[in-house]
């Protein structure tokens, strides 16, 4: 199957487009580079450096004519959906229209969108959250990515484009980005490391649901085989606190340092955990990755450099 990959050059979208490669499927990029990296793209597939909005998008989907369409591409930092929501909301819901819109005029089979899970459900008070728990998003982010599902469901209505939606939970894992304002893990390894000073906001026992990236892959290439459509969440259902992931990285790095202790975020989650026995229903997944050897895999790579992920030594078969 040919199949575009929006953000193919980024953290999860490069590890998604490594995985179809492998499985025998002709891959397409699509990524602007904002957050992207060019030595992250797979040699094996085709790549446009172009934004979602490009008035050349047509083009591109005449050009290559995609089966299925993996939509990985997102403003995705919160901070700037606060000071900027017009430019989220061009990039997350008017980026993908106009995917959809392509992807319909084209004839394109499937879809998938990468979401979020915590953004959605925000402090949830039910734990692990299931998809039914109602999406009350807080930042502009999150709103833009609920907006997003909308229309994907309503270009399934309107136009019978089979889709499914993933809910990520948070991912962690190789290529992580150490210096953005998320991905708790690759800035805990980047900075332990480094000798660098590592902070936690808050008094560090707030919770999040760690998944990696290798397993949100994988769930990704079950979802483009599968014909359920909806909304599925993709993350461990297990709670882990942020003093424990320093703890564990501050054992895999071999540096003891205490964290400097910051001020709590404001506004900043609890607790974030997600249900994922939906996906695990229709489509078979599951995660296989245990946390020690998803976070070993990660500091091995930031400290040996390498460019393809670290592999992972499978601990449920």
């Known amino acids: 199957m040919k199949i575009l990959v929006t953000g193919g050059a980024g953290f999860i979208g490069s590890h998604v487009v490594d995985r179809l490669v492998q499985d025998g499927h002709e891959l397409v990029i699509l990524d602007d580079l904002t957050t992207g990296h060019v030595e992250h793209v797979n040699p094996k597939a085709?790549?446009?450096?172009?934004?979602?909005?490009?008035?050349?998008?047509?083009?591109?989907?005449?050009?290559?004519?995609?089966?299925?369409v993996i939509h990985q591409a997102a403003q995705a930092s919160v901070r700037r959906s606060v000071e900027d929501p017009v430019y989220d909301g061009r990039v997350n819901v008017l980026g993908t229209i106009a995917l959809l819109q392509a992807s319909v005029r084209q004839r394109v089979s499937r879809f998938l969108l990468a979401s979020t899970g915590g953004a959605l459900y925000g402090d949830a008070t039910v734990t692990p959250t299931p998809e039914e728990y109602p999406t009350t998003p807080v930042s502009p982010y999150g709103a833009s990515k609920l907006a997003a599902e909308?229309?994907?469901?309503?270009?399934?209505?309107?136009?019978?484009?089979?889709?499914?939606?993933?809910?990520?939970?948070?991912?962690?894992?190789?290529?992580?980005?150490?210096?953005?304002?998320?991905?708790?893990?690759?800035?805990?390894?980047?900075?332990?490391?480094?000798?660098?000073?590592?902070?936690?906001?808050?008094?560090?026992?707030?919770?999040?649901?760690?998944?990696?990236?290798?397993?949100v892959a994988d769930a990704n290439a079950r979802a483009l085989s599968s014909s359920a459509t909806?909304?599925?969440?993709?993350?461990?259902?297990?709670?882990?606190?942020?003093?424990?992931?320093?703890?564990?990285?501050?054992?895999?790095?071999?540096?003891?340092?205490?964290?400097?202790r910051g001020p709590a975020l404001s506004g900043e989650q609890r607790r974030?955990?997600?249900?994922?026995?939906?996906?695990?229903?229709a489509m078979g997944w599951a995660p296989r990755t245990e946390l020690r050897d998803g976070l070993k895999a990660t500091v091995d790579y930031f400290r040996s450099g390498r460019r393809q992920a670290a592999a992972v030594p499978r601990s449920n078969p």
């Open 46 to 68: 085709r790549f446009y450096q172009m934004e979602l909005d490009s008035p050349w998008l047509d083009e591109l989907f005449r050009i290559e004519q995609p089966q299925a």
């Open 230 to 260: 909806g909304a599925f969440n993709v993350g461990t259902g297990k709670e882990t606190e942020i003093n424990a992931i320093f703890e564990l990285l501050k054992e895999l790095t071999g540096n003891d340092q205490p964290a400097q």
């Open 150 to 215: 909308g229309y994907l469901r309503t270009f399934n209505a309107l136009h019978g484009l089979s889709y499914a939606t993933l809910r990520y939970a948070n991912v962690y894992g190789p290529r992580q980005d150490p210096h953005g304002e998320a991905g708790v893990v690759a800035i805990f390894t980047e900075r332990l490391l480094t000798g660098k000073v590592a902070r936690i906001n808050g008094d560090g026992n707030q919770t999040r649901d760690f998944v990696y990236v290798a397993d």
């Open 272 to 281: 974030s955990v997600v249900d994922s026995r939906r996906i695990h229903e």
